[in-house]
C-alpha cells in the first residue's frame, strides 16, 4: 500500500493538489497515507484480524474497496506520534475541506465511520463499489477507461502544450516562406516556431513592429 497519487483517477488525482493547498492555508498539515491498492494488498489488510495477528481495520475483500478503483485515498496529521490526535476536531475540519471538492467523507459514513478517509463521490453512490463492479466487471477494465473517458481541465492544458510544443517544431509551409522570410528581415518575428499559434501577446508586439515599419515609410516619403 502506498501513497502514490499517480495511481488514483485522474479526476481525485487533480482534486488532491488543491485540496492540500487549502488545507494547509487553513493551517492543518495533512499527510496522504494510502491510495490504491492491489488485490494482494487489499486481501492482506483484510486478513487482519481473521486469520492474521492484528486489529481488524477493513470490512471490504478485494474488490470492495474504493482503493481497488483508484477513487479513494486516506490521510492522517503530519505530526510523528500524533497521526490520529483528533483533539481539535483536526478530522472533521479537513472532511469540510475535502467535502466542498465533491469528495465523500469518511466521517459521515452511518455505521463504520472512517476519519481519515475520502472517496469519489461520483463512482460510489450509496457509498458501495456496486455500481463499478456492475459496469467495469474489476479495477483494471475501469482503469482502462481513464484514458478514454475522463478528460480533466488539467489534462486538457497538459495535452494542449504538449501539441503546441510539438507543433512549434514543424518546417515552415511552402506557401509561407518568403512571407515568413520577409516579416523576420524586416524584424517583424524572429522566425522561429512557424507553426506555432501566435498569443495576443505576440500578436500585439506584431503589430506594433508593422507600425512601426509604416510610420517610418511615411516619414521618409514627407
Keep these: 500500500m502506498g501513497?502514490?497519487?499517480?495511481?488514483?483517477?485522474p479526476e481525485l488525482k487533480a482534486i488532491i493538489p488543491k485540496f492540500l493547498?487549502?488545507?494547509k492555508s487553513a493551517n492543518l498539515n495533512v499527510l496522504i497515507t494510502e491510495t490504491f491498492r492491489t488485490e494482494a494488498e487489499q486481501e492482506a489488510l483484510y486478513a487482519k484480524g481473521r486469520t492474521m495477528p492484528g486489529n481488524i481495520v477493513t470490512r471490504?475483500?478485494?474488490p470492495q474497496s474504493p482503493h481497488c478503483w483508484g477513487v479513494a485515498f486516506d490521510f492522517c496529521r503530519n505530526v510523528r506520534g500524533k497521526e490520529y490526535d483528533d483533539s481539535d476536531n483536526f478530522f472533521y475540519r479537513?472532511?469540510?475541506?475535502?467535502?466542498?471538492?465533491g469528495l465523500f467523507w469518511g466521517g459521515d459514513f452511518r455505521t463504520?465511520?472512517?476519519?481519515?478517509?475520502?472517496?469519489l463521490q461520483k463512482y460510489m453512490p450509496n457509498q458501495s463499489c456496486r455500481w463499478l463492479l456492475q459496469k467495469y466487471g474489476s479495477p483494471d477494465k475501469f482503469i482502462e477507461t481513464w484514458e478514454t473517458e475522463t478528460m480533466t481541465y488539467e489534462r486538457f492544458v497538459e495535452y494542449m502544450e504538449r501539441y503546441i510544443k510539438e507543433r512549434g517544431k514543424l518546417?515552415?509551409?511552402?506557401?509561407?516562406?518568403?512571407?515568413?522570410?520577409?516579416?523576420?528581415?524586416?524584424?517583424?518575428?524572429?522566425?522561429?516556431r512557424p507553426r506555432d499559434?501566435?498569443?495576443?501577446?505576440?500578436?500585439?508586439?506584431?503589430?506594433?513592429?508593422?507600425?512601426?515599419?509604416?510610420?517610418?515609410i511615411r516619414d521618409a516619403e514627407e
Design 171 to 192: 518546417p515552415t509551409s511552402k506557401w509561407a516562406e518568403k512571407e515568413l522570410a520577409l516579416a523576420k528581415e524586416l524584424g517583424i518575428t524572429d522566425g522561429t
Design 60 to 62: 471490504a475483500r478485494y
Design 21 to 23: 493547498d487549502m488545507c
Design 197 to 216: 499559434y501566435v498569443t495576443r501577446e505576440e500578436a500585439a508586439i506584431m503589430c506594433e513592429r508593422v507600425a512601426d515599419i509604416l510610420i517610418e
Design 94 to 101: 479537513v472532511g469540510q475541506i475535502g467535502k466542498s471538492f
Design 112 to 119: 463504520f465511520v472512517d476519519k481519515p478517509h475520502f472517496e
Design 3 to 9: 501513497r502514490d497519487i499517480t495511481k488514483l483517477h
